[in-house]
């Protein structure tokens, strides 16, 4: 529909209110105008268009066939307009619109698709773009504007970054199925000995890494890392018997074959997941943390 730039909103709203109504005075009534001011718009508007909309009698207003075939791009006009208001006011709540989520594997089964299911639910016009990255990537995604918010485990970050703590989960000893220690409930890190730790390097997966570090030596454990360890090379690796890991427990759910998780013996060590995102104005970003609070709350991340 083409639109001639020097149409008001308002004069067409008028005018579709006296063609609907067929009354100046009710539509005047309607729109909380004085009747004259509602003539002097339709008047104003049929000397912008050059045609006569609405032929006026003593007794009714008549549309003419010039107004009938205005009226009906009237409506759509005046709806495309009321449209776009509601969706600007619900793009400045952070409601409408998109928003770029990085995520770490840490978060993949279980916090991620919560979170984006929740949304969907809740504000089913506001779009994300998920990715999974390595945790080491982030500072350099969210700097480049590549994405609007990161969420992975909690490590430090440049100053003009903000980060929120989201969820906190156990950290589990990932076993092969095949060692006897598998078949316990739980098992003290201690209990593991001098045995070798598959861990992701630190450059991959800086806040995963230093978890575990931090819980082995809690424990007083000083943990032998096998240093070719890379990407899925370490699942394959545990799965194998060559090493144990420690992973957090809601990745349980991907485990492949032959890698089973157990429980640490209390103190049990704790994985911290952040959200983090450099300072911008996105209202977006505080939509999904307003998510993440909820659920949080509902399901006792934190």
Not at 109 to 114: E, G, L, N, S
Not at 128 to 153: F, N, S
Not at 172 to 186: F, K
Not at 199 to 225: H, K, N, S
Request: proline content about 5%; some cysteine.
């Amino acid at each position: 529909m083409s639109v001639d730039p020097g149409l008001e909103l308002r004069q067409v709203r008028t005018f579709v209110a006296v063609a609907e109504r067929r009354s100046f005075t009710r539509a005047a009534q309607d729109l909380h105008l004085a009747q004259q001011a509602v003539s002097q718009q339709v008047k104003a508007l049929e000397r912008q268009l050059g045609v006569t909309l609405l032929r006026r009698t003593s007794r009714s207003v008549e549309v003419t066939h010039e107004g009938l075939v205005f009226l009906g791009d009237a409506r759509r006009l005046l709806a495309a307009a009321d449209r776009a208001s509601r969706r600007v006011r619900a793009a400045a709540r952070g409601t409408v619109g998109t928003v770029r989520v990085a995520y770490t594997l840490t978060t993949a089964w279980d916090t991620i698709p919560k979170l984006l299911e929740r949304l969907l639910d809740v504000h089913p016009e506001l779009k994300v773009q998920a990715r999974e990255v390595w945790g080491g990537e982030i500072t350099d995604v969210l700097a480049a504007h590549r994405y609007d918010i990161a969420l992975a485990p909690a490590t430090s970050y440049p100053s003009d970054f903000e980060r929120r703590a989201i969820r906190r989960e156990e950290l589990c000893l990932a076993l092969s199925a095949r060692d006897p220690l598998a078949r316990r409930r739980q098992l003290s890190l201690t209990s593991l000995g001098d045995r070798q730790l598959e861990l992701w390097p630190r450059e991959m997966a800086p806040g995963f890494y230093d978890a575990v570090i931090a819980a082995c030596r809690a424990a007083g454990l000083e943990p032998t890392r096998d240093e070719h360890a890379a990407g899925n090379t370490v699942w394959g690796s545990i799965a194998r018997g060559r090493g144990v890991g420690l992973v957090n427990a809601s990745l349980a759910q991907q485990c492949p074959a032959g890698v089973k998780l157990v429980r640490v013996a209390p103190p049990r060590p704790m994985l911290s997941v952040d959200a983090v995102w450099q300072e911008c104005d996105s209202p977006a970003i505080g939509t999904l943390m307003g998510a993440a609070r909820e659920l949080a709350q509902e399901l006792s991340w934190l």
